[in-house]
């Protein structure tokens, strides 16, 4: 599920620039956050079935990252140029860090 939160317009703020798309996790889910055009919104990625000392779960966490990175970074407004660039910084924020923060989760369960 993703949930929309609302940005306050704040004047003379640059209305299409991207937040900082960031990851916060507990102990069976994660938690992908990005922002774009004053829209901020969330999904919960679910690690509960994943037994994240074997690689092959990492995986499948790491696609499950990528899908809520896609989704709260709102492709369907990429129409110009700006909107694309938007996307893709909002994009790589997000999966830059969901992908440290499966590391951590990653190192935690195989005891490193």
Do not use: W
Not at 51 to 69: M, P, Q, T
Not at 73 to 99: E, I, N, P, V, W
């Amino acid at each position: 599920m993703v949930r929309l939160l609302a940005a306050p317009a704040i004047p003379g703020a640059l209305c299409c620039m991207p937040a900082a798309a960031h990851i916060s996790a507990t102990g069976t889910e994660m938690t992908v956050t990005g922002a774009m055009r004053g829209i901020t919104r969330t999904q919960t990625v679910s690690l509960a079935d994943l037994d994240l000392r074997r690689d092959a779960y990492v995986a499948r966490a790491g696609s499950r990252i990528r899908f809520a990175s896609k989704q709260v970074c709102d492709t369907s407004a990429t129409h110009d140029l700006y909107q694309k660039r938007d996307y893709g910084l909002c994009f790589d924020q997000a999966l830059t860090s969901a992908r440290g923060e499966l590391d951590r989760h990653g190192a935690l369960a195989r005891g490193n």
